[in-house]
């Protein structure tokens, strides 16, 4: 499995662009954040396990798939990665959901922990930790790392877009995690902005400025 997903669906591409628009309203950028992480959901899903079950439908039995075991759990990085939730639940209905609270020292740009709340049995589950932008990739690796503490051995990394200077952060500190995004931008600004980018995520979903 390549350790870098870049996902080129017209769909994606296309509410991509309704994202990187600065006149796109609140309540339109939210909607297409959902639904961009109800589409990439299908492919970072791909290699759930399936096991063989019988059932009876209504005209005969039948061995059919499902999935198998403890599935899966989402945890956004807070604040903007809250904005992806929806689209994973309206997808998988029973996911477990963690939270995880980083913010990004703006001297530093490094990530600074403030609140962790994980489902009992996160260790037992395939992990997609959740953040529409991949920047620095600081709180990326930060959350891998927490993950770990908890005993995860399969995660995954879902972004909406991405820089090159937080994949190569990610990779270089957790070469095992996948990372699936819609595009990977040119690079980041002296304020750690992806460019073109689309702004600051959190800002734009919850309407704070």
Excluded: W
Excluded at 54 to 73: C, D, N, Y
Excluded at 80 to 93: E, F, N, R, T, Y
Excluded at 174 to 187: G, K, L, Q, R
Excluded at 197 to 207: C, H, K, N, T, V
Aim: charged fraction near 25%; glycine fraction near 8%.
């Amino acid at each position: 499995m390549k350790k870098l997903q870049v996902l080129d669906h017209p769909l994606l591409q296309h509410k991509l662009t309704i994202l990187r628009d600065k006149e796109t309203s609140v309540k339109d950028f939210r909607e297409v954040v959902s639904e961009m992480a109800t589409l990439m959901c299908y492919e970072a899903t791909r290699g759930l396990a399936l096991e063989d079950v019988e059932i009876e439908t209504p005209v005969a039995p039948a061995k059919v798939k499902r999935i198998a075991g403890k599935k899966l759990a989402v945890v956004p990085i807070l604040r903007a990665g809250l904005g992806m939730v929806d689209g994973i639940l309206s997808l998988i209905p029973a996911v477990k959901v963690g939270h995880l609270g980083l913010y990004r020292d703006p001297e530093t740009l490094e990530p600074v922990e403030y609140y962790c709340k994980m489902p009992r049995d996160i260790a037992e589950r395939e992990v997609i930790i959740l953040d529409p932008m991949l920047a620095t990739g600081g709180s990326a690796a930060a959350a891998v790392s927490v993950l770990k503490g908890y005993g995860c051995q399969h995660i995954k990394l879902m972004c909406i877009l991405s820089a090159p200077e937080g994949i190569k952060r990610v990779h270089d500190e957790h070469p095992d995690v996948e990372i699936y995004t819609a595009a990977v931008d040119e690079c980041l600004n002296d304020h750690g902005y992806i460019v073109p980018g689309l702004g600051d995520a959190g800002d734009r979903i919850f309407g704070t400025k």
